[in-house]
């Protein structure tokens, strides 16, 4: 994992998005409702940033070159 710092921010904005839309499906309450949309959308961004290389790795450093 030479991009840790994209790789937990990716993690974390995975877990947060999970949680936030299983609270609200195990909270009891039938009027709130997880919007799915966003989880979709948070779930998409994170793995677009444990994918993403930070700025400090080079590419040498990455095995890109």
Known sequence: MKSWRTTITGILTILVAVAAAGKAFLDGDPSTVPNLET???????????????DNKVSSEDAGIK
Do not use: E, F, N, T
């Open 39 to 53: 989880v979709i959308a948070a779930v998409i961004a994170g793995v677009g940033l444990i994918s993403a290389r």
